[in-house]
């Protein structure tokens, strides 16, 4: 890495976002070192700034997703407010939108009108369900689109659905925005384009993600029932009660780590060449013995031994944990996961972003207050402070930020 500011450094990004989705996609790029400047409603902003107040006195949705912004509050169904957003446009390099169905053309900022207008601009929108379909009307939030798709129906246990616990429409959305985005910045490099228009939905992200699910169900016919804490494709593969009163997850994923885990860890030659477990597809066709097996044996043992001698034998194992736990947990601490964040009510902790980039120290910048820099990014295209009290006297702006 030559460039310690990021390897975005230099990037602008427009946000018109709320809740999750697009948030995570532009927190993404700010990580990286991408200026994100936030564009909020006046009245009130993000929405998810207000789901709780438990994070010193803020929402813990909003700063999870909104560190590193800039955020400046604009109406824009007012014209003057509409007119600072181009200007904003006119000197950015993505704007990210998330907005209720029909908002950006109402607004007349579609991707393909602000094609028109800033051709240089990469326009990302995300939304529920995609263009030109008998849903495409809809509002979707994440545990819409993941009930839509199926997800709901092979997580929990037989008939009983469960929504998987992250918000995974929304976060894999944004990921796969900023994916696109990333792409498109590299063909603007190499001189091979200039903007680019960008849709992505939580329903087909959703329906890329149970890829496995449904080439099984397409070529079986059957809907497999889901398994709790294991899997309909691979036994045994589960949670175990342990002696201690703690829970292990473990198991195999392949014959040889199946022969390995019945001979050296539940000393079993029986079961290694039982025929009714001899293949994965044996395996699960009766893996309620093998889980009767399991159980028994782990009840029998705490949870380190079982562990100390799963490692020793090539098994995966986890411990089951619950977040707060997480938050406890040695492996982070060990290798400095933790950071501290600012906000307007005192530094937070909070995890650095997965890639670890050698030479680059994600920037994990401050949580913006609703508003906070809207004065700074007005002077930055060219106002000058009677032009920005008459946009606040107009209600074009929001008030002034105060700590």
Same mark, same amino acid.
């Given at each position: 890495?030559?460039?310690?500011?990021?390897?975005?450094?230099?990037?602008?990004?427009?946000?018109?976002?709320?809740?999750?989705?697009?948030?995570?996609?532009?927190?993404?790029?700010?990580?990286?070192?991408?200026?994100?400047?936030?564009?909020?409603?006046?009245?009130?902003?993000?929405?998810?700034?207000?789901?709780?107040?438990?994070?010193?006195?803020?929402?813990?949705?909003?700063?999870?997703?909104?560190?590193?912004?800039?955020?400046?509050?604009?109406?824009?169904?007012?014209?003057?407010?509409?007119?600072?957003?181009?200007?904003?446009?006119?000197?950015? +390099?993505?704007?990210?939108?998330?907005?209720?169905?029909?908002?950006?053309?109402?607004?007349?900022?579609?991707?393909?009108?602000?094609?028109?207008?800033?051709?240089?601009?990469?326009?990302?929108?995300?939304?529920?369900?995609?263009?030109?379909?008998?849903?495409?009307?809809?509002?979707?939030?994440?545990?819409?689109?993941?009930?839509?798709?199926?997800?709901?129906?092979?997580?929990?246990?037989?008939?009983?659905?469960?929504?998987?616990?992250?918000?995974?429409?929304?976060?894999?959305?944004?990921?796969?925005?900023?994916?696109?985005?990333?792409?498109?910045?590299?063909?603007?490099?190499?001189?091979?384009?200039?903007?680019?228009?960008?849709?992505?939905?939580?329903? +087909?992200?959703?329906?890329?993600?149970?890829?496995?699910?449904?080439?099984?169900?397409?070529?079986?016919?059957?809907?497999?029932?889901?398994?709790?804490?294991?899997?309909?494709?691979?036994?045994?593969?589960?949670?175990?009660?342990?002696?201690?009163?703690?829970?292990?997850?473990?198991?195999?994923?392949?014959?040889?780590?199946?022969?390995?885990?019945?001979?050296?860890?539940?000393?079993?030659?029986?079961?290694?060449?039982?025929?009714?477990?001899?293949?994965?597809?044996?395996?699960?066709?009766?893996?309620?013995?093998?889980?009767?097996?399991?159980? @028994?044996?782990?009840?029998?043992?705490?949870?380190? +031994?079982?562990?100390?001698?799963?490692?020793?034998? !090539?098994?995966?194992?986890?411990?089951?944990?619950?977040?707060?736990?997480?938050?406890?947990?040695?492996?982070?601490?060990?290798?400095?996961?933790?950071?501290?964040? +600012?906000?307007?009510?005192?530094?937070?902790?909070?995890?650095?972003?997965?890639?670890?980039?050698?030479?680059? @120290?994600?920037?994990?910048?401050?949580?913006?207050?609703?508003?906070?820099?809207?004065?700074?990014?007005?002077? !930055?295209?060219?106002?000058?402070?009677?032009?920005?009290?008459?946009?606040?006297?107009?209600?074009?702006?929001?008030?002034?930020?105060?700590?």
């Amino acid at each position: 890495m030559n460039n310690p500011a990021g390897p975005l450094a230099g990037i602008t990004v427009v946000a018109l976002e709320q809740a999750v989705s697009a948030p995570m996609c532009t927190r993404t790029l700010a990580d990286l070192g991408a200026r994100v400047i936030k564009v909020e409603n006046p009245r009130g902003g993000d929405f998810a700034r207000h789901y709780d107040d438990v994070v010193n006195g803020m929402a813990a949705h909003f700063v999870w997703v909104n560190r590193g912004k800039e955020s400046i509050t604009l109406d824009l169904k007012h014209e003057a407010g509409l007119d600072v957003l181009h200007r904003l446009l006119a000197a950015a +390099d993505v704007v990210v939108s998330n907005l209720a169905p029909g908002s950006t053309r109402k607004l007349g900022i579609t991707p393909a009108d602000l094609a028109q207008r800033h051709p240089d601009l990469i326009a990302v929108e995300i939304d529920g369900y995609g263009a030109g379909g008998p849903l495409s009307h809809k509002r979707a939030y994440d545990l819409l689109a993941q009930a839509e798709s199926g997800a709901c129906a092979i997580t929990g246990g037989p008939d009983a659905p469960a929504k998987p616990g992250p918000p995974m429409a929304d976060v894999c959305s944004g990921l796969y925005s900023a994916i696109s985005i990333l792409s498109l910045l590299v063909a603007r490099g190499r001189g091979e384009s200039r903007g680019g228009a960008v849709a992505v939905s939580l329903f +087909d992200t959703m329906t890329d993600l149970m890829g496995y699910a449904l080439n099984y169900t397409g070529r079986t016919g059957v809907d497999q029932e889901p398994r709790g804490m294991g899997s309909p494709a691979v036994a045994p593969y589960g949670a175990y009660p342990t002696a201690d009163g703690q829970t292990v997850v473990l198991g195999t994923t392949n014959d040889r780590e199946w022969q390995r885990l019945a001979t050296e860890i539940l000393q079993r030659d029986d079961l290694a060449t039982d025929p009714r477990f001899t293949s994965n597809s044996a395996r699960v066709e009766h893996r309620d013995v093998l889980d009767t097996v399991l159980n @028994e044996w782990c009840s029998r043992h705490d949870l380190l +031994d079982i562990q100390k001698a799963a490692d020793d034998a !090539g098994i995966g194992n986890a411990r089951f944990n619950r977040p707060s736990d997480v938050i406890a947990h040695p492996h982070l601490a060990e290798r400095d996961r933790w950071r501290s964040v +600012d906000t307007p009510n005192g530094p937070i902790p909070a995890i650095l972003p997965p890639p670890v980039i050698d030479g680059f @120290e994600p920037r994990m910048g401050a949580i913006p207050g609703l508003g906070e820099h809207t004065d700074a990014i007005l002077a !930055g295209v060219g106002l000058d402070p009677e032009d920005i009290a008459d946009l606040r006297t107009r209600g074009a702006v929001g008030p002034a930020f105060e700590r």
